[in-house]
């Protein structure tokens, strides 16, 4: 048995006092003012329509319910004041029109289009399957020219509906309950959240003890513990489009579970998915945990609201498929879809990091980037996308420099992983698979054999992408006009960009020059989420300095070059990925009276990053030792740093 040494242990009862401190520290700052207090759960977020409110007036709005409530929140809303006048009654109904709760409120103590938080005097217990009615009624003072309004929805939920004056109106009110509950459960979420870094981080030394030096291996341990860290803190919709692409992938799996629009219930629109609160999202996993949420609807019918290749959405779709077979109720059913995806990601970049002949560290580092895990851990198609780029180009380098010679079985991880990057993002990261080209022709046995390989492999992939964004690639050339609906106004055409070469050329550098620096700080994840979320920037320079680590060679343990020609052709590969991004978003998001390319966003250059492996590696930095496990370390404390980052925030 191999004693362990002094070093060690003293090593092991630092990192221990370290993470300690941490812990104390965000238990202290967080935690604790969090723990009191009552939960709100929302039930429709506000949309557009309005609902005017007089003397007399008699708003009635269903619900279904089984907390107990300690009051609820409204929101009233003036167009011609800045502030409301006027006395109205809120009070909460059964179906036996029985009064349950009862409370008069003056609106001159509302803030105008803010929330107003009505707290009765009496707890209201409700039951599982009963429904009950909110009621806001109009008493006296209320100016009619300056027209008090209640926020709405126009989206609908099964057994809900909103009635004026005994009226049917096609739209929800916008409130949400004060529910008779403390936040305690955050203690929870809290302690498990510590064991499982404390126990991540004790394997990791354990490893390190052993002298376990395979980094693949190492780094599966880690991608797996801090992404499904990351897949719990980050609450539903925290990542870009996350709506869009649970209902893409829940469309999705309604083909698979081939079920007809009369098999499905209307979209529920208090799903988990449009929780805004954070504290409110990880109160109904814990409560989920303890099988409290059983009463939802598990068939939606959701539409496709992005047009993408099927394939994107899959491994999410299948992840749903799998909860709603299992009876899994509609939180646990989100997180299903969110593993799946995730699990796509990890066995990609694992295999990723063991194929890869050099840079192994770098591709770690990139893979453990906060952007790339953030978006890995969600429903974000770029999980998909940066999973199959980062294999395609790690299984090409290892043909080009490592594998001996080539056979059939060769090809098919590269032309597999080929086609998702092909189809994505309307082609613009077809210049990644021209990596191929750099295979030698003496490894497939002949240039004939070179030759037919090479072309017929392209021709394949360009029929596939055709077959997949031919309607969205012929509509962005032929289009004469281009309507931006955030904008409200016309934006760029293909046409436009083409006839104007002067104009493009200065909107093109101008948007270099003032957004290049936003973009590549938000490669690494300097700001997460939509953008809400920011992360320290010594983080963001930490993980750029391991990833310029990781490229440098190694003294007597790296034979492996890359040549001025390979590394110009990479730099081009990288060049066209670079401008093909920016060009769709200039015809599909960037207003005509910009002059700066509106939409792009760092992440959008993750699948080709890989390549600056590549493009760093050089004969004059050279390091002395392998100095993989400090930075396996580094990027730990690291990912620890940014989890306790996010939790500040999101909890803030």
């Not at 520290?25 to 929302?42: A, D, L, S």
């Not at 370390?633 to 620890?640: A, E, G, K, R």
């Amino acid at each position: 048995m191999k004693l362990i040494s002094k070093k060690s242990y003293c090593i092991l009862g630092g990192w221990t006092l370290l993470l300690l401190f941490l812990g104390v520290f965000f238990y202290q700052k967080m935690i604790v003012p969090k723990y009191g207090g009552n939960c709100v759960e929302t039930m429709i977020v506000q949309g557009e329509k309005r609902v005017p409110i007089s003397d007399g007036t008699h708003i009635k709005q269903d619900f279904l319910t089984k907390e107990q409530i300690q009051g609820i929140i409204v929101y009233f809303s003036s167009k011609k004041s800045e502030s409301l006048n006027g006395i109205v009654d809120v009070s909460i109904q059964d179906d036996q029109q029985n009064t349950l709760a009862v409370k008069t409120i003056d609106l001159k103590d509302s803030p105008n289009g803010g929330a107003t938080q009505v707290i009765f005097d009496n707890l209201v217990n409700t039951e599982k399957g009963n429904t009950y009615s909110l009621n806001i009624t109009g008493i006296s003072g209320i100016d009619e020219n300056h027209e008090i309004v209640l926020l709405s929805n126009e989206l609908s939920r099964k057994g809900f509906s909103l009635y004026k004056n005994d009226v049917a109106k096609d739209v929800n009110l916008s409130f949400s309950m004060v529910l008779a509950k403390t936040n305690s459960f955050l203690r929870v979420i809290y302690v498990l959240g510590f064991c499982f870094v404390f126990l991540l981080s004790f394997i990791l030394w354990i490893l390190f003890v052993k002298r376990i030096n395979s980094v693949p291996y190492i780094y599966l341990g880690l991608v797996i513990g801090f992404g499904i860290i990351y897949m719990f803190i980050m609450k539903p919709n925290a990542i870009p489009d996350e709506a869009a692409h649970y209902s893409n992938a829940y469309a999705r799996s309604n083909q698979l579970m081939h079920l007809t629009k009369e098999e499905l219930d209307p979209v529920d629109g208090g799903d988990i998915i449009s929780i805004p609160s954070s504290i409110e999202s990880y109160r109904l996993l814990c409560e989920s945990l303890k099988g409290d949420r059983n009463d939802v609807s598990t068939n939606q019918n959701r539409p496709q609201l992005i047009q993408v290749p099927f394939y994107l959405h899959f491994m999410a779709a299948f992840g749903i498929t799998v909860g709603r077979v299992l009876h899994f109720n509609n939180i646990w059913i989100f997180y299903m879809g969110r593993l799946f995806n995730f699990a796509f990601f990890v066995l990609c970049t694992f295999f990723a990091v063991k194929k890869i002949p050099f840079g192994k560290m770098a591709l770690v580092s990139i893979c453990l980037f906060p952007m790339t895990l953030h978006l890995a851990a969600s429903y974000s198609y770029d999980a998909i996308i940066n999973g199959a780029s980062f294999l395609f180009i790690s299984y090409v380098l290892y043909l080009v420099y490592q594998k001996e010679s080539i056979c059939i079985k060769d090809v098919i991880v590269p032309a597999l992983t080929g086609m998702i990057v092909v189809g994505s993002k309307s082609g613009a990261y077809i210049p990644i698979v021209l990596l191929i080209l750099f295979i030698p022709y003496v490894k497939l046995g002949n240039k004939k054999k070179y030759l037919i390989g090479c072309t017929s492999m392209l021709v394949i992939w360009m029929i596939w992408f055709i077959s997949q964004t031919l309607s969205v690639a012929k509509g962005a050339i032929t289009n004469n006009s281009n309507y931006i609906e955030w904008a409200g106004e016309n934006g760029y055409t293909a046409k436009m960009v083409l006839a104007n070469p002067i104009h493009s050329m200065y909107v093109l550098i101008n948007s270099f020059w003032e957004l290049s620096d936003d973009w590549i700080v938000n490669i690494i994840g300097k700001d997460l989420g939509w953008f809400n979320i920011p992360m320290m920037s010594c983080l963001v320079f930490a993980f750029a300095i391991l990833v310029i680590l990781g490229s440098i060679k190694v003294k007597y343990n790296d034979l492996y070059e890359v040549t001025i020609p390979q590394k110009l052709l990479m730099g081009s590969i990288c060049l066209i990925c670079v401008l093909l991004v920016m060009g769709g978003m200039w015809i599909g998001w960037t207003p005509a009276s910009h002059d700066l390319i509106r939409g792009v966003q760092g992440r959008y250059f993750l699948p080709f990053l890989p390549f600056i492996i590549c493009l760093l590696r050089n004969k004059v930095l050279v390091l002395e030792k392998n100095i993989d496990k400090e930075m396996l370390v580094s990027i730990f404390v690291l990912q620890t740093i940014c989890v306790i980052k996010i939790l500040t925030t999101t909890l803030a």
